[in-house]
């Protein structure tokens, strides 16, 4: 094994943009982080992804769309690589999740083949079907690079994302990390900005900042069964869907202030709840570590650190808070490019370690 420069590229359930990385890869799995950008998607390519998120396309434009966001990925590769100067020996490519069944099927568009072509690096996309393959969720796969980054210290820490949808990884001395979806993190609050305030997200938490909670409608939007179903366990839009949200503001209360601070509080309590029901009966929790969108969401933070949690970011390591996951493709590819197999099973329910990816060759 040989030190890599690997290119991470992510776009989450968010669909915000892309998230481009470009690390030094050690064969340790140490890395060198040298610079990311973030690459907004042009407005008739997310129109169309959020078209596809509602079933309300064909297949034919899922096709074209394949290679478009095939194609957005590059460039926003080539715009890392002119900004850098850094010529990377391969790429890593989450690709866009636009379904996903949990342990049955899942779809990343994004084609590996298009970035192998425009950037004249070998490229490994596509990482989620081999461990449904084997019998896994598909999900969180950044569990890979979690236990690499935070295992040690003799510490039990839980590695929280708040993108789109909430994710942890559990990982602490004497048991075998693990884990699971938490619920929603920004897509409701994204969706109700969206509706209310014509805003695409809740900057620092301010709109939810100006209202309440209403304890009463928090109460039944936790009434959803999935808070309660055991892990391993992923979610996404499948679930969390426009119709899904809809339905839950029938009963929603009067001011859209209060509506922004019932979700925000909706997202902080799933967190929470997930851990009092199924961490806390594993191991304690000395560091919950942030990552991801909702980590710049101050109103969030809050009630996280008011429900007790010692809260920090990855930023305390010394690590990206908004390319950490970018940074964990980049290591994903890193594993697959020397057969190391990259999935882990106690966090994905798979029936045994994989060889994430698919490899599309350089010119």
């Excluded at 481009?20 to 982080?33: E, H, L, R, T």
Aim: charge should be negative; glycine fraction near 10%.
């Amino acid at each position: 094994m040989e030190p890599k420069h690997v290119v991470g590229l992510m776009s989450g359930t968010s669909a915000d943009g892309i998230d481009a990385c470009i690390v030094k890869i050690y064969p340790d799995f140490s890395f060198s982080f040298i610079d990311g950008i973030v690459y907004p998607y042009p407005e008739n390519i997310k129109d169309t992804l959020f078209k596809i998120f509602q079933n309300q396309t064909s297949v034919e434009e899922i096709c074209r769309m394949n290679f478009a966001i095939g194609e957005c990925f590059a460039e926003a590769a080539n715009e890392l690589i002119t900004k850098t100067g850094v010529k990377p020996d391969l790429i890593g490519s989450h690709g866009q999740t636009v379904w996903h069944e949990p342990g049955k099927n899942t779809l990343q568009i994004g084609e590996g083949a298009v970035i192998a072509e425009r950037i004249g690096a070998l490229t490994i996309s596509d990482f989620r079907t081999a461990d449904i393959a084997a019998g896994g969720q598909g999900a969180p796969l950044v569990s890979f690079a979690d236990e690499i980054m935070f295992k040690k210290d003799n510490k039990a820490r839980a590695i929280q994302n708040i993108g789109g949808i909430g994710n942890v990884t559990v990982v602490a001395p004497g048991i075998d990390s693990f884990a699971f979806d938490t619920g929603p993190g920004n897509v409701i609050i994204d969706y109700c900005a969206k509706k209310y305030f014509n805003q695409d997200y809740d900057k620092d938490g301010l709109l939810a900042a100006q209202g309440k909670v209403d304890e009463e409608w928090l109460n039944t939007l936790l009434s959803e069964h999935y808070y309660r179903k055991s892990p391993p366990k992923t979610t996404g839009r499948e679930l969390f869907s426009v119709s899904y949200i809809e339905t839950a503001l029938l009963s929603a209360p009067e001011s859209p202030y209060d509506i922004m601070a019932t979700v925000t509080a909706l997202t902080a309590s799933t967190i929470f709840n997930a851990y009092r029901d199924f961490v806390f009966p594993v191991t304690q929790i000395d560091e919950v570590i942030i990552g991801g969108g909702g980590g710049f969401n101050s109103v969030l933070m809050e009630m996280l650190k008011n429900k007790g949690l010692n809260v920090l970011k990855h930023e305390d390591f010394g690590i990206s808070d908004k390319f950490k996951e970018a940074i964990a493709f980049a290591m994903l590819a890193y594993a697959t490019y020397y057969r190391i197999p990259n999935n882990v099973p106690s966090c994905t329910g798979a029936r045994h370690t994989v060889v994430l990816g698919k490899v599309s060759y350089n010119p």
